[in-house]
């Protein structure tokens, strides 16, 4: 194990050490722990391009950063509010942090998913997600190809977060395939929250990511918690702050019950960063001491080794005493019809893994050509764009179940050697940026 804080100031140099860990049983992973330049979100960003640097170089395969870390977690502000009554200075305040939130996609997504391109890592990185005049905390996923794959909004902020900060729903939920495991995260304290970590184990999570904003001891003990639980790697990132990295007073005011404003120095969020193994083992950390990489080896074996001893949604589940409904559908306020066109989609199958990274195109397929299989997916950036085909499509049966939130019909599949037609006229989102649907007269047919 390591913990890393070195000359992070020579990119250029880094983007030239890059090697991944050997071809093994063994990967490397990384934490990063490091504080947010508050209000300056393109700082931020070439803050997080010198962390991923350094970490691709130290051979890390995977990048995890703390929550909030692309927007700014607003410790100690108050936002001037109280119940019943604003302040305009509270207005203001937001207004100025949500100018420094990000639009996904948007720039800084393009920017980030640069990084994981150029540096050959996965990126887990939390960010404050605008949209429209709401914020979401959010994770966003992207794989080493510079590809965005998903991303998670937090469900239940906590206590006043709640002021600024929307819900998330259960539309996104990702966890995702790479050569350290399966990826997927929680936010802060909804690592506390047992159904929702259950969903996560449902779905099969090998390496648990936890951004957070808790640095106190206590939080340690969840993470261990979880890892034992769970049977999977947790890599839970904090930022360490002190005072001086927010706005000084009065732009910027710590506004803590029964406290003064903190001198420049004093550390406001002190770390405590670690990496934990399935079975309870401490890799890494926690550190408390300032701004740090840490590195830690892991093996996925030791995951199955975890689950001989206890698999909660496995063989110590008990399906006939207590259950779990997720609903995993988007759901919005406001649904335009206009926004849904009749259109016939044509997808084609690319490969085993099924992503059209070059073009950035929506479609999802996995399939086994040999003995016609087939299962194709939908998945866009936004949850209203959300479109999932499921079941499974075989020459005995056609017909495709296809769910879009309350949305519901059938559609015909016809597999022709590695091409997939959707013969249906239903209704398709076509306005999504990263949507290239084809329609027959576009493709000559």
């Known amino acids: 194990m390591e913990q890393l804080g070195g000359d992070r100031n020579n990119v250029e ?59 700014g977690y607003p410790r100690g502000a108050a936002f001037g509010a109280v119940i019943g009554s604003r302040s305009a200075k509270g207005r203001e305040d937001y207004r100025k942090y949500h100018a420094a939130a990000i639009d996904v996609p948007g720039p800084e997504v393009e920017r980030l998913a640069g990084m994981a391109a150029r540096f050959k890592i996965y990126i887990v990185i939390g960010v404050v997600e605008r949209v429209g005049g709401t914020l979401y905390c959010s994770i966003l996923y992207f794989d080493s190809q510079g590809v965005f794959l998903g991303k998670h909004r937090k469900l239940m902020p906590t206590a006043s977060e709640r002021l600024i900060w929307g819900f998330g729903d259960g539309s996104t939920l990702p966890v995702v395939d790479t050569p350290v495991g399966r990826v997927g995260g929680l936010i802060c304290w909804e690592n506390r929250m047992p159904l929702l970590r259950t969903a996560m184990y449902a779905k099969g999570v090998e390496v648990y990511c936890a951004p957070t904003a808790d640095a106190r001891g206590s939080w340690q003990a969840s993470m261990l918690h979880i890892a034992l639980e769970g049977g999977c790697f947790v890599l839970s990132a904090n930022q360490f702050c002190r005072r001086k990295d927010y706005p000084p007073a009065p732009e910027y005011s710590f506004e ?99 992503r059209r990274t070059p073009e950035r195109q929506c479609y999802v397929c996995l399939a086994d050509v040999e003995n016609m299989s087939m299962r194709a997916c939908v998945d866009m950036f936004e949850p209203r764009y959300l479109l999932l085909l499921r079941n499974c499509i075989t020459e005995k049966d056609s017909s495709l179940h296809c769910m879009r939130g309350k949305f519901e019909d059938r559609r015909t599949i016809d597999v022709v050697n590695k091409d997939v037609e959707m013969k249906s006229w239903a209704k398709y989102p076509l306005k999504s940026p990263y949507c290239q649907m084809k329609t027959p007269s576009e493709d000559g047919m």
């Open 13 to 71: 140099e880094l983007v030239n050490e890059v090697e991944m860990s050997p071809e093994s049983g063994t990967k490397r992973v990384s934490v990063v722990q490091a504080s947010t330049v508050f209000y300056d979100t393109s700082a931020t960003l070439d803050k997080a391009e010198r962390f991923v640097a350094e970490a691709s170089s130290l051979g890390a395969q995977l990048v995890v950063f703390p929550e909030a870390f692309i927007g």
């Open 256 to 354: 803590m019950p029964g406290e003064e404003e903190p001198i420049p120095e004093a550390i406001v969020c002190a770390g405590g960063s670690v990496i934990i193994s399935p079975t309870g083992n401490v890799l890494a950390g926690p550190n408390y001491e300032g701004e740090t990489i840490l590195i830690a080896d892991i093996d996925l074996g030791e995951v199955v080794k975890a689950k001989f001893d206890f698999d909660v949604v496995g063989h110590y589940a008990r399906p006939d005493v207590l259950s779990l409904v997720v609903r995993d559908q988007a759901h919005n306020p406001v649904t335009f019809i206009s926004e849904w066109e009749v259109s016939t989609a044509s997808v084609s199958v690319i490969s085993e893994t099924g």
